[in-house]
Every structure is written in structure tokens, then in C-alpha cells.
């Protein structure tokens, strides 16, 4: 069925916004990711029952339907080639005691500003901030700068309300239906399976579910491939009364990445690093031969654990700071780690992200920069490092010639396997989309492999829900690249 004729279809069977103009399937065709690819139609559902007719209508002319929030993502996981859902009129805030529930259109900045008014706040902060959407942090299992101490959104999901690939609405984890055929697959061995690491946004997180309360964890990082997410309700936490921001310069990362373990276990409520391509666009006074920064913030124990840094650090503190607007300044500069990245490189230059997620155990840190050190050394590369360190998910941005797409799949396979030899995980907080969905399997084999399958077969047997995510029949890692 082509474009026009889905359109005109679709748009009989539903009255809201509904576009199919090139100019608009263009606009739809990218986000924040590496890639490219053209929609047939737009549609932007009103509510719950608009989504209904939209996947009614999807499932019953088997078209692919893809939920979008705002399009931050940076796999191309809102990317698809049938029906794109904008959710932005879904956009409901209420604010409960330790609780917020939220619409999957509402803008984190949105939700912050009402939740501090209540003195509250969402722990998972990705470093876009204000402009992603509660149903694209969902969908990606999102965390952030503050997920040491306040985890990702599997950990703060506490409900989560969406439509199935039947066109039903339901709210999890209170289908018992669906609980025990779930945790009919999902033996204690098979959790034991899974990275321990403290990230992880790779393939469905079974590992996470224990009972039939837990249900709603499947949600987290699934991508919209198990139903189109409507609201949630999310815990959240007291704004601290106190914080200190401690930033500490390092001769290489290598220093800093044997320290970050030491510095973990006085449980920071963040440990954030960026290399010199990123640090040296932040004028941080007297100028020294650092090749990176290490950001250490506690809200806590302020003092003890200021000496506790001091005693326990290699590198030179060179800052510390207790205004909050002064804290918040500073991690302004490292949410902006990407568009410094970016000055990085020139026009004949590209910065794919393709392997910009892995996270491993934190003490084999160190482990996780040797194997970049190999990769960028052997193929001639420079590389721009930062990201959440106390994590160990690191941003790795490998920087190739335009001409060279066919080493990406070459590099992406060495670095997979080398991230996983080490007990780690590919992807942390961005998820698998059209950049590591091929590797799923890689990451878990087979057993694990066919349990995502049987659980995205019983959620959507034909496969309208954002197909070729997490579960991914042929390779898309190269296909459809911008470079």
C-alpha cells in the first residue's frame, strides 16, 4: 500500500492530525541518530482511543507502526517505514505523594519544572534534559548523570499504562495473564545470565522481573516493539537540601578510570568524565597538561566525603563548588559533551553513534579503555571519550572518514566482543535500535535470544510494533546510515 493511499485510509478510520506529504515523511525520516529512514505517514493521536484506532488499523493491514516522542534518541529507534505515532497530545501531568504519572508526550523539562514546585524530582536525567519525552526515557530505558544513586527508569517504573498489538488497553503489572506466561520463561539461571553491571538497555530486561509485580520492568528499553506507551507512573525523590560538585583533573583517563572505582564506594551521587576533546572547550582557569575531568557530586555527607575525595584521588582538584545555580552551570558544560564533540571533527569527517554506549563492571574500567585504546590504535583513529563513569558506560566516539561505512560493522563487532569478554553490556541507556539491534543476540545467545522472541511473538504476533528493533532478522547497522 503506498503512502497516499495509508494516509487516506487511516485518516477515515481516525480524525486527528494525519500527514503523508513528502516535506513531512522527510522531516520524520531522521533523529538524533546516524540514520535515515522515510515514514508513509505521520499521525498525531489525541488520546488513548486514537492510539486504539491507529493500531487497530496497523494490525488489520499489517503496517508497521512506530512510536516518537522527540525524536532525541540516538540509535534510530524512532525511526520506521509504516505509520510514525507523535504522542506529544498525550501530555498529562499529576503529581502524587512520592509519585508523579505522566503522559508519554510530556517533556522531561515540563515534568521537572512541575515536580519542583512539589520539591520533587525525576532520578533518571539524560543529558538532553528539557527536550526528551517520558515515553522516549521509557522506551530506551533512560538513566542519566544521577543514575548512580538514582538508577534508570526500569528502577523508578513503577506502572505503566499502553496499548497492545490488539488494540487493548491495558495497565501492567496487573495482567495476570500475561504475568504467568512472563515468568513461565524466565527461570532463576537465566537471570544469572545477564551482565551484572549497573546499566543495561539491551534486548528486554527479564533479569529485572522476579514476580508478577514486576511486569511493567519489560517496558523499560523495549523500544515501543511490545505496545505504544501511554502514561506512567514514576517514583520520584526530595530535592537535596545540600550538593557539592568536586572536579578533579587527571594527566590521562587511564589515571582516572583506576580511581573512579575507590571514588564509587563513597556513593557519589554522580561520577562524570570527559577526555580533552570535550574538556578543553570549558575554561576552567589556570590551564595545566590534563587530558581529562573527572565531575564528583555528593548530596550528602558533605564534608566527610570532601575529605574523603581528597585522600583518596591521584589527580588535582580544581574545583569545588556548593551554589546550585554554579553546580548546575558546570553540568550544563557536561551535558554538552555531544556538541563539543562535535567541533571535533571536519567536514570530510564523521562521528557515527554506533558503539557510543557500552557499560561494564566499574573496577574493570580500566579493561573497557584498553580495548578502545586497541581498536582506535589499530585502525588509525582518533576517538572522543566522556559519559558516566561511576557507571562505567562510557560515550566512545570513534571518528572515521566518510568513505569508510565499511568499517563500521568491523569495528562495531571487535568492540561488541571485546565489551562482553570482559563482562560487559553494549548498550547502557540508548538502547539497541537500528545500530546494535544484530547484536542482541551476540550480547545474550541463543537460550536468552529465544525467550526476547517468544515474549515479542506473545506481545505482537505479526509484528506491527516497531519491527526490526531488539529482535532483528537482518543486519541494519550500515543500511540506512546518513554518512
Request: charged fraction near 25%; aromatic fraction near 6%.
Amino acid at each position: 500500500m503506498q503512502a497516499t493511499e495509508i494516509g487516506r485510509r487511516l485518516s477515515e478510520v481516525v480524525d486527528c492530525r494525519t500527514l503523508w506529504d513528502d516535506g513531512s515523511r522527510r522531516l520524520y525520516s531522521v533523529d538524533a541518530s546516524s540514520y535515515f529512514l522515510k515514514p508513509a505517514v505521520i499521525t498525531f493521536p489525541r488520546d488513548e482511543y486514537d492510539v486504539i484506532k491507529i493500531v487497530k488499523f496497523a494490525a488489520k493491514n499489517r503496517i508497521p507502526i512506530t512510536p516518537r516522542g522527540a525524536g532525541t534518541g540516538l540509535v534510530g529507534s524512532a525511526l520506521g517505514e509504516g505509520i510514525i505515532l507523535d504522542m506529544r497530545h498525550l501530555n498529562k501531568i499529576r503529581v502524587g505523594h512520592g509519585y508523579v504519572e505522566a503522559g508519554s508526550g510530556v517533556f522531561k523539562g515540563r515534568l521537572d519544572a512541575e515536580l519542583e514546585k512539589h520539591g520533587r524530582f525525576l532520578g533518571p536525567d539524560p543529558s538532553i534534559g528539557p527536550f526528551c519525552t517520558i515515553g522516549g526515557m521509557i522506551a530506551t530505558n533512560a538513566s542519566g548523570i544521577h543514575s548512580l544513586k538514582y538508577g534508570s527508569i526500569i528502577d523508578n517504573l513503577i506502572q505503566v499504562t499502553m496499548i497492545t498489538a490488539f488494540g487493548k488497553l491495558i495497565t501492567m503489572p496487573a495482567q495476570e495473564l500475561i504475568s504467568k506466561e512472563i515468568l513461565e520463561l524466565i527461570k532463576p539461571e537465566i537471570r544469572k545470565k545477564f551482565p551484572h553491571v549497573s546499566k543495561n538497555s539491551c534486548g528486554y530486561r527479564i533479569d529485572k522481573i522476579n514476580s508478577k509485580d514486576d511486569l511493567q520492568k519489560l517496558i523499560a528499553g523495549s523500544e515501543g516493539t511490545l505496545g505504544v506507551v501511554i502514561s506512567a507512573k514514576l517514583r520520584t525523590f526530595p530535592i537535596p537540601k545540600n550538593n557539592i560538585l568536586i572536579i578533579i583533573s587527571y594527566k590521562t583517563l587511564m589515571q582516572a578510570a583506576v580511581d573512579v572505582p575507590k571514588i564509587v564506594q563513597i556513593k557519589p551521587s554522580a561520577v562524570e568524565i570527559i577526555d580533552n576533546n570535550v574538556a578543553r572547550h570549558i575554561k576552567i582557569g589556570k590551564s595545566d597538561s590534563s587530558r581529562c575531568m573527572v565531575f564528583v557530586e555528593f548530596d550528602h555527607n558533605i564534608s566527610a566525603n570532601m575529605a574523603r575525595i581528597r585522600s583518596i584521588t591521584t589527580g588535582r582538584i580544581v574545583k569545588t563548588i556548593t551554589q546550585k545555580k554554579v553546580i548546575k552551570k558546570w553540568w550544563s558544560f557536561r551535558n554538552s559533551a555531544l556538541s563539543y564533540s562535535l567541533r571535533s571533527i571536519s567536514e570530510k569527517e564523521t562521528m557515527p553513534t554506533l558503539i557510543e554506549d557500552a557499560t561494564v563492571p566499574v573496577e574493570k574500567l580500566p579493561l573497557l579503555l584498553e580495548l578502545i585504546n586497541k581498536i582506535v590504535s589499530k585502525y588509525n583513529l582518533r576517538a572522543v571519550i566522556y559519559g558516566h563513569a561511576g557507571n562505567a558506560n562510557l560515550h566512545i566516539r570513534p571518528i572515521l572518514k566518510r568513505k569508510d561505512k565499511r568499517l563500521i560493522k568491523k569495528i562495531a563487532l571487535e568492540f561488541f566482543s571485546g565489551v562482553i569478554s570482559i563482562g560487559g553490556c553494549i548498550t547502557g541507556e540508548h538502547g539497541d535500535g537500528l545500530a546494535r539491534s544484530e547484536f542482541v543476540r551476540l550480547q545474550y545467545g541463543n537460550e536468552i535470544y529465544s525467550i526476547f522472541k517468544r515474549i515479542k511473538n506473545l506481545f505482537d504476533p505479526t509484528n506491527i510494533l516497531n519491527p526490526g528493533k531488539i529482535i532483528s532478522k537482518k543486519s541494519t547497522i550500515t543500511k540506512n546510515l546518513k554518512i
